[in-house]
Structures are given as C-alpha cells and as structure tokens.
C-alpha cells in the first residue's frame, strides 16, 4: 500500500513537470502562429491599402469606415502630391529667383532717381540680359519703356505697371494649348513629335506629358524612337509601366522611322487617342540629324498619320545658345510649339522672351522641377508676374 502511494505521488510529480514545461511551449507557438499570419496579412495587403502593424481595436470600439476601392479605369500614376499643385503664380515666383532678382537691381535706379536718369535706363538693359532676354529683344523693350514713362512722366508703381505690359507684350499672346482635340475619332491619334538635342529632358517630358495626358482621360501611345541611346528607351519604358501606356520600342540602332511607323499601327489598333514619339537628339552614325527627322515625319503623314504638334524641348539654363538649335529643328520638322525645362532656381527665365520674339514660336509648356506633376502649362500672365513680383512667398 506504502509502495502505490509513493507511485502516486511520483506520478503527480511527473503530471505537472510536464505541463510546466508544455505549457509555455505551446503558447510560445500560438503567438508564433499569430505573428506569422499577421505578416502575411502584411505581404497580401494591396501597396497603399494600410500600415502593417496596426493595433488592435479596443472592444467595443466602433470599426473605421472602408476606404472605396481605387478606380481602375485609367491606369494612371498617384495623384500628385501636395507640393505639386501649388498655385501657377506661386510655382513660377519659387523657380524664378534669379531673374527676378536681376529685374529689381535693374529697376532700383529707375524707381530711386526717375525716369530722366539715362544710366537707370543702362542697368535696366543689362539686368535684361542678365536675365537672358537678349540683346535685340533688351534694347527694344527698354526704348519703349522709356518712351512711354518718360511721356507719362510715371514713377514708382506706375512705372512697374508699365514694365509688366511691355514683358506681357514680348512674352506674346495666343493660343497655347495643344491641338489634340479638334480631331475626329476616324483621324485619331493625333501625333505629337517631341525634338530637341540630347541632355535637354525630352524623353522626360514625354514621360510627364504622357501622365498628363493619362490624367485627362485620353489614352496616349509611346513610341521609343531614340533608338540610338539605349538609357532613352529604357527611361521611357519605366514612364510607360508608371501611366500604364503601351510602348512601342525596337532593338538600339532601328529605324526611328520604323518605330514611329510601328507606334502609330498600333496606337490606331488600340484607339488610342494620341501617339507620343519620343526621338533621337544625337546620331551615332553618319546618317544628319536633321535629315532623319524629316524623314520620321514624311513616313508617318504618308501613312495618313495626323501630326498635330511638333514640340521642341529647350533647357531653359543653357539661354541663348538654345535658340540656334530652335532654328535648326523648326527649319527641319516645322515646331510648333517650344517646351522649356529646368526652369528652376539656377535658370534665367528670359529665354522665354527671347524665343518669342526671335522665333515667334509660342512656349506652350514648362518643366518647373523634377516631379512627375512638374509639366506645367505656360501661363503668361503668372509668368510676368513673378518676374516682377516683390514677395517672393
């Protein structure tokens, strides 16, 4: 009898060492569990659709609403950020520092010893070339300028508001916008031709207009015709999968012209509304730039192709130098309208005068910094404006 209650005992004894030691074990692999289909949880959530590791809901709280699912009807990028949608006015003020600042050296002297002081007028002039204007467009404005204050006999104020209708007449008028839309469905897409040498951000623009464009409801179609630059058409894929267009592209070296070809066979199988061809600004071989152009676009109007804008991407921080390209390219392709990038702090804003007057091609867009929204339609008005603006805010 004394020997069972000693086995009973030893057994008691085993009982709970075990449970001591199971216990622990298995809520250690519960919470294991737990922690793993939570992470899973994680790597299942749509990118953007939540964080991770968000606390439980107390009990009794009442559940968040379910955020609506996202419109997949057009494949676009993000909507643009806070930074990106910045008032115009206030966007070309913060990016256009530098002319400005020239503009009000040049005026300081006018506005403190009048209008009769010929060496106020002399600063005014060279602030305008310092600010990129150009030395036929400068001495023009400032003979006008001085014609009509001295008649007026204005100051202060009156003289700034004169100033800013001479920069408002050199900067021109008309319209600005891109002939997309006066199509029919038959003659679709309408063809845009972006030109310009390497370096100046025209793969890029094609990019952004391509958003823009994604952003308005049309379905654009790009055409990787830089063929002769591998990082082009590898750049411009990545801008593709971003707006969730097709893109058109051959193997380094084609045919541009076989590859816009291509793009707009395409672009009219799908119904696209607009073929963007993205081209060589430099030829690795013997072929002339120009004349490779010219061929590009006779293969497409042959085609029946409708080309409604031939843009030519100018970088705003090369100033005058880039008005001789203008003309080889307009000369070439016929352009129809000028796209002016890296119009930012280190730029003089100028140039934007300079190619109205000299080419009487209208700067229908601006790159105002490196953002995907920084494609921004040129607004004259605003332009001027933050030229001659006092706060810089």
Do not use: C, Y
Not at 66 to 72: G, K, L, W
Not at 104 to 120: C, T
Not at 148 to 171: K, N, T, Y
């Amino acid at each position: 009898m004394e020997g069972l209650q000693i086995v009973l005992v030893v057994a008691a004894v085993l009982v709970i060492v075990s449970l001591l030691a199971v216990v622990p074990l298995v809520a250690g692999r519960r919470r294991r569990r737990d922690a793993d289909r939570a992470r899973q949880a994680g790597l299942d959530r749509e990118p953007g659709a939540g964080g991770v590791g968000r606390p439980p809901r107390p009990r009794g709280e009442a559940a968040d609403a379910e955020p609506p699912p996202p419109d997949r009807s057009v494949a676009t990028a993000a909507p643009p950020a806070p930074e990106d949608v910045i008032a115009p006015r206030r966007r070309f003020r913060e990016r256009l520092g530098r002319s400005r600042a020239a503009l009000s050296r040049g005026m300081a002297g006018l506005l403190s010893r009048g209008v009769d002081d010929d060496e106020a007028w002399e600063e005014l002039e060279e602030a305008l070339l310092s600010a990129d204007v150009g030395v036929a467009t400068a001495g023009e404005l400032v003979e006008r300028l001085k014609t009509r204050a001295r008649a007026e006999r204005a100051s202060g104020p009156a003289l700034r508001d004169l100033l800013r209708d001479e920069l408002r007449d050199a900067v021109g008028s008309g319209d600005r916008s891109l002939a997309l839309d006066l199509l029919e469905e038959h003659q679709r897409p309408g063809i845009v031709l972006v030109v310009g040498v390497n370096g100046t951000g025209k793969t890029t623009t094609v990019g952004k207009l391509a958003l823009a464009l994604a952003e308005e409801g049309k379905q654009p179609v790009l055409a990787a015709a830089d063929t002769f630059r591998a990082a082009a058409t590898e750049q411009l894929a990545i801008w593709a999968d971003r707006v969730g267009a097709p893109i058109v592209r051959h193997q380094q070296g084609a045919d541009p012209a076989a590859v816009a070809f291509d793009g707009l066979a395409s672009a009219r199988a799908r119904g696209a509304d607009v073929l963007l061809v993205d081209t060589a600004g430099r030829l690795h071989t013997k072929t002339n730039l120009m004349e490779e152009l010219r061929k590009l676009r006779r293969v497409l109007e042959r085609e029946g192709g409708q080309v409604r804008e031939v843009l030519l991407v100018l970088d705003a921080t090369t100033g005058q130098n880039g008005l001789a390209q203008a003309r080889q390219f307009t000369d070439a392709v016929g352009v129809t309208g000028v796209v002016l990038t890296k119009l930012d702090g280190t730029a003089k804003g100028g140039i934007v005068i300079a190619v109205q007057r000299d080419l009487g091609i209208p700067v229908k867009l601006v790159g105002l910094g490196e953002g995907p929204h920084d494609l921004a339609p040129f607004d004259p008005d605003a332009f001027v404006d933050a030229l001659l603006s006092e706060d810089a805010s």
